[in-house]
């Protein structure tokens, strides 16, 4: 079973500063079979990310994903409001399809 | 167009069953990679399991002892079912869909389902 690790635990930035968030993977994942979801108070999570880099439908370009192997990343280049929030990665190759424990992205 | 509806009981007491229902009303659940996902309060995202397009089934490790997931293609229907459920299932109860049958991504979720596990 792969093990995700998600760092840091939150990050304190204003609106208009770039996120970098990064996922570390216990193995190398096959095919950057790996996904970033955003969670969306008061609704459900949505898909940000798949396949390492390709933004999923509706994705503002802010969001970009990259990384190969073990070691991933996602940036947000520039916050908004309405992304100050926790994100998650999700290993997706093989079962289980397993979650990191999350970064949040709050307000400085 | 994708639409994820789900029910089930949101009241359990430990040692019940937990069921689940999720349908796509825009379409068909046959043929696509079905997952169920939960979120503890307070907690991240947990993958329970998995319906294939295929139609093979995988659970997380640790609740593979108590979980099924299945399909119903008369009533075009997914379902979860958990037993004996303790304070520790309690959480929010996501079906999810890839975009492509067998993406096993979660590019839909149903609206979630809160299950509440109390004496």
């Known amino acids: 079973e792969i093990v995700l690790t998600q760092s840091p635990g939150t990050l304190s930035l204003s609106p208009g500063e770039r996120a970098i968030l990064s996922c570390r993977a216990s193995q190398s994942v096959g095919g950057n079979f790996l996904a970033w979801y955003q969670e969306i108070p008061g609704q459900a999570p949505r898909l940000l990310i798949y396949?390492?880099?390709q933004r999923a439908t509706g994705i503002p370009d802010r969001f970009s994903g990259s990384g190969s192997g073990t070691d991933f990343t996602l940036t947000i280049s520039r916050l908004e409001p309405e992304d100050f929030t926790v994100y998650y990665c999700q290993y997706y190759a093989t079962s289980p399809r397993t979650f990191g424990q999350g970064t949040k992205v709050e307000i400085k | 167009q994708v639409q994820l509806q789900q029910w089930g009981a949101g009241l359990l007491k430990p040692s019940e069953t937990l069921s689940l229902t999720c349908v796509d009303y825009?379409?068909?659940?046959?043929?696509?990679?079905w997952n169920w996902i939960r979120q503890s309060p307070g907690k991240g995202l947990e993958w329970i399991g998995e319906?294939?397009?295929?139609?093979?089934?995988n659970y997380n490790p640790s609740l593979k002892s108590r979980v099924t997931i299945s399909i119903d293609t008369s009533q075009n229907q997914l379902s979860l079912k958990m037993s004996s459920v303790t304070a520790a299932d309690t959480a929010i109860y996501y079906c999810t869909r890839g975009y492509e049958s067998d993406w096993p991504t979660s590019n839909y979720w149903g609206q979630g389902t809160l299950v509440t596990v109390s004496s």
């Open positions: 396949g390492a880099s």
């Open positions: 319906i294939t397009h295929s139609g093979g089934t």
């Open positions: 825009g379409g068909s659940i046959r043929g696509y990679h």
